[in-house]
């Protein structure tokens, strides 16, 4: 964990390559979130504090979903708070609907003026999760957190509304603020009622099926109108015979006991069309991109499903008028295909020039720079380090097998903390250091083997045609 939060700081911090590689490392809904949260520092221009306190309506203008949902009921005006240190946390305002529930607060000093940083912490022992009336955690982790000038937006997204119709919104947050965190102590519970928004919501099943050449299968399962928002609800999964063809390439490879899971070896992209042909949403791999899209969020199953890759895809919109005809088009898949790709390497010869080589199948190539001994972080075991430069035709943070002439194996490890992908128009750069271990001295001959590569699959041509809201 303390790899993970010194990559944390970065993001925190400004830093564009330590973003790119926790949204591509972890599928957790912490870091994802965390991540989005971060892209929007800075760059969202909100109206005045003055005219967000008189009218709520009118700051999120913006956004039509919340825009009517607020007009037509479905906005509760909070207006409650907790003190501490100096500091107030003051809920405004929740919209609750089907679709998502969204939390609007400011943050406070002791004049009641909104501060700069309007950052709430919910990790390292600080939590805002929903909850029903008896205390059952209904959703851990907010789904999006949007900062503005003066408030902040919080969005949570339910896989499904409790049986009663009440929900309460539980905020134990002890630090505020990114850049200057403050210790707090901050204890708010909310209660929701969502009785009206349960009634409002429409849900019709679509049931499309189709089953991609790559051995994932999509099912289109149904659409929902809510009052904010209208979501979509896909299942993925991989085909039985493509997991067992997996299973075995990875076991050729890494060896029985190696650990295999599909849970996050592909994404996809969508565009959203209206009865013009004009895109209005869209996503990229597994992230949302532009237009009307709020969210895109996968959820993964908890047991076996996660070792044979079944994914379930949340991913709403904005609505639009009730005259639109909308259809959803499969653009393309990103899949983790195995590699059958080594490098020799011989050690000595290393020490005066590299030793680059291209993979035919993806045209990436790959430059073994150095090798030289280190320290672990944090052991102080003495080991190896292999330095590797690389272009590559899309972005990947690579893994290795790493064996000597007689086929023993060495433990390879990536230094995160300094690996970087660089996107630039001759492709992306990759600067990768690996750490090795059980090797005292290295052998006369090395062969480093790349495990995987992706490869983006396009000209799918799936459309599935959105039935309307009656």
């Known amino acids: 964990m303390h790899e993970d939060q010194e990559w944390v700081n970065q993001v925190l911090n400004g830093n564009k390559q330590a973003y790119a590689h926790l949204i591509h490392k972890y599928k957790d809904r912490i870091y994802a979130l965390l991540l989005r949260m971060v892209r929007h520092l800075g760059m969202y221009v909100s109206p005045t504090f003055a005219s967000y306190v008189s009218s709520f309506v009118s700051r999120v203008s913006g956004d039509l979903g919340l825009k009517f949902a607020a007009e037509n009921g479905?906005?509760?005006?909070?207006?409650?708070?907790?003190?501490?240190?100096?500091?107030?946390?003051?809920?405004?305002?929740?919209?609750?609907?089907?679709?998502?529930?969204?939390?609007?607060?400011?943050?406070?000093?002791?004049?009641?003026?909104?501060?700069?940083d309007q950052y709430l912490h919910y990790f390292d022992g600080s939590k805002i999760y929903l909850a029903d009336k008896v205390g059952n955690v209904l959703s851990e982790l907010p789904e999006d957190h949007e900062l503005g000038q003066g408030y902040g937006d919080i969005t949570f997204v339910l896989d499904e509304w409790p049986k009663d119709e009440d929900i309460v919104v539980h905020f134990d947050v002890h630090e505020i603020g990114v850049r200057d965190p403050k210790p707090v102590n901050f204890a708010l519970q909310i209660p929701v009622n969502i009785a009206e928004s349960k009634q409002a919501a429409t849900t019709i099943p679509v049931q499309n099926v189709?089953?991609?050449?790559?051995?994932?299968?999509?099912?289109?399962?149904?659409?929902?109108?809510?009052?904010?928002?209208?979501?979509?609800?896909?299942?993925?999964?991989?085909?039985?015979?493509?997991?067992?063809?997996?299973?075995?390439?990875v076991h050729e490879m890494e060896g029985d006991d190696a650990d295999f899971t599909m849970d996050d070896s592909y994404r996809f992209s969508y565009r959203i069309v209206n009865q013009a042909g004009e895109v209005i949403a869209a996503s990229e791999r597994g992230e949302v991109n532009s237009g009307r899209t709020l969210y895109f969020s996968p959820t993964y199953p908890k047991g076996e499903n996660v070792k044979t890759g079944t994914i379930q895809w949340k991913t709403a919109i904005i609505p639009g008028e009730p005259s639109e005809t909308l259809t959803f088009i499969l653009d393309e898949i990103e899949k983790e295909e195995r590699a059958d790709f080594a490098i020799s390497i011989r050690p000595d010869t290393l020490l005066q020039s590299p030793i680059s080589k291209t993979n035919e199948e993806t045209g990436d190539t790959y430059t073994i720079k150095g090798l030289k001994k280190g320290i672990y972080p944090g052991t102080n075991e003495e080991i190896w380090v292999m330095t590797i430069e690389g272009n590559l035709k899309i972005w990947d943070m690579p893994s290795w097998i790493l064996s000597d002439g007689t086929g023993k194996r060495y433990e390879v490890t990536p230094d995160y903390t300094t690996m970087t992908v660089r996107h630039t128009k001759e492709g992306e750069i990759l600067k990768q250091d690996l750490f090795i271990k059980g090797m005292a001295s290295p052998p006369e001959e090395l062969s480093l083997k790349l495990k995987t590569y992706k490869k983006r699959y396009t000209n799918i041509e799936w459309k599935v045609p959105i039935p309307s809201q009656k």
Do not use: C
């Open 210 to 249: 189709f089953t991609s050449p790559q051995g994932i299968r999509f099912s289109f399962d149904q659409v929902m109108y809510a009052p904010s928002a209208t979501r979509f609800e896909i299942t993925t999964s991989v085909t039985d015979e493509s997991y067992e063809r997996e299973r075995q390439l």
């Open 74 to 116: 479905f906005n509760t005006a909070v207006n409650q708070s907790v003190s501490d240190q100096g500091y107030t946390l003051r809920v405004k305002d929740i919209v609750a609907d089907s679709a998502r529930l969204v939390i609007t607060y400011t943050l406070e000093d002791a004049s009641g003026n909104p501060l700069d």
